[in-house]
Each structure stands twice: as structure tokens, then as C-alpha cells.
């Protein structure tokens, strides 16, 4: 597993209080071997640190939150 760097990261901020994340991965961690991969392995090193976690969840037609955003943005600016 190469989470290393943010099992330190994640050790730092739970000892200053941090007891729950959310992830946002790409949506296509319902369908991409590679991405549902490193989903389970965070997914792994959440519940063995003892954190709380979950998931957004998004529209699947756009791939990442940002383009999601993004999306959601221009819809309402072309309503104004």
C-alpha cells in the first residue's frame, strides 16, 4: 500500500481532533479496477486508524465533483 505519507498526515490531524472524512473520488471508482483499488485501500486505512467515513456521491454522467460543479454552475448562470 503506498499511503504512507498520508497515514502520517492522517495520524497529525486526528491528534488535533479530526474523527471523521469524506472521500470524493472520480465516479468512476464504480467502474475502473484501478480507481475502486485505491478506494478500498483508503477505505482500509480509514477504518484502521478508527476514523469515521464516507462517500459523495455525484451524478455518474460527470466524472469528477469539479466537473460536476462546474456543470451545476453554468446551468445557473444560462438561468439568469
Known sequence: MMLTQLEATLTELR???LVEIKTAFDMD???NHHVQNGYNNLL???????????TYLWDPAYKGLDDYIWESLLRKQLSM
Open 29 to 31: 471508482f464504480t467502474s
Open 44 to 54: 482500509q486505512l480509514l477504518s484502521d486508524m478508527g476514523f469515521r467515513y464516507g
Open 15 to 17: 491528534s488535533e481532533g
